[in-house]
């Protein structure tokens, strides 16, 4: 069984309480035993929120950290991550061009920024589409990744990715050219080949090898809590459930549990993970 006093950590996962159950969603996940979370931003048309300058994304944010607020109030450590989802590119597209929408979601991930380096959150989120665009698309997103690596250089923070399954190795030159440590570059949704830091699904079937080969790892739920789609990704339970059924099963080690939810988040995002 679990150690008691033991952190378990949900790398990417969001509450929505005008969209989704809120708090009672955040409270399954305490009750399940989970500790600490990162509440990743959602994006901006999910929230009714429909952009035309950067500063249109303090909207998005402020109800970000007003969640965060509420949640801390159940006894659960929150690291807010804030940015901008790739997907939108094509959601602005709708009223203006690629370049334009492209020229706001840096403005939007400049706005992020502010809000790290004022200690209100601990990470940007930023990527590329993960499904099929046109050259020109994938080019403008990629200059849209690039400025949020250049951000996290700046604000010495992670950049958690959203993109195309797959390695995504050239996102480690293109860490690099921005001058960020690629050390701390997270995948969400990973799969195991990636050379990033991999946030898996908690309920992937990789973990317990990648633990054996002494990868770090983090572990999420990318849990939506929408009421339209209830339970995706996967819900706020599973990562304290998989972690603790990987142990019963003898498939992870108490060790494995500490690297994937205390000292790995502590180490890519600069944070403390305690109870």
């Not at 403008?140 to 250049?150: D, Q, T, W």
Request: with cysteine; aromatic share 6%; glycine share 8%.
């Amino acid at each position: 069984m679990m150690p008691e006093k033991t952190p378990l950590t949900d790398d990417h996962i969001h509450i929505d309480p005008v969209n989704g159950r809120g708090i009672e969603a955040a409270k399954d996940f305490m009750r399940a035993g989970g500790t600490h979370m990162f509440l990743v931003s959602k994006p901006s048309f999910s929230l009714g929120i429909f952009p035309r300058q950067g500063s249109d994304y303090c909207a998005v944010f402020d109800e970000t950290l007003r969640i965060a607020a509420k949640i801390r109030e159940t006894g659960i450590v929150v690291f807010p991550v804030l940015g901008v989802h790739p997907a939108e590119i094509t959601r602005l597209s709708e009223t203006m061009t690629y370049q334009e929408a492209s020229v706001l979601m840096k403005e939007g991930l400049d706005v992020a920024a502010r809000y790290v380096t004022e200690g209100m959150a601990v990470a940007l989120k930023s990527g590329r589409p993960h499904y099929e665009v046109t050259p020109e698309v994938l080019t403008l997103s990629n200059e849209v990744l690039s400025h949020a690596f250049s951000l996290g250089r700046d604000c010495r923070c992670a950049v958690q990715v959203h993109a195309e399954t797959g390695p995504c190795d050239d996102m480690i030159e293109m860490a690099r050219a921005a001058g960020m440590d690629p050390a701390r570059v997270v995948k969400h949704y990973a799969s195991p080949e990636t050379a990033l830091v991999p946030s898996m699904m908690a309920k992937h079937e990789a973990i317990p090898d990648l633990c054996g080969a002494g990868r770090r790892l983090t572990m999420e739920s990318d849990y939506m809590d929408e009421n339209s789609r209830p339970g995706a990704v996967i819900g706020p339970k599973s990562v304290p459930r998989f972690t603790n059924r990987l142990l019963v099963n003898g498939l992870i080690t108490s060790e494995d549990i500490h690297r994937i939810h205390t000292d790995t988040p502590e180490q890519v995002y600069g944070v403390e993970i305690v109870l």
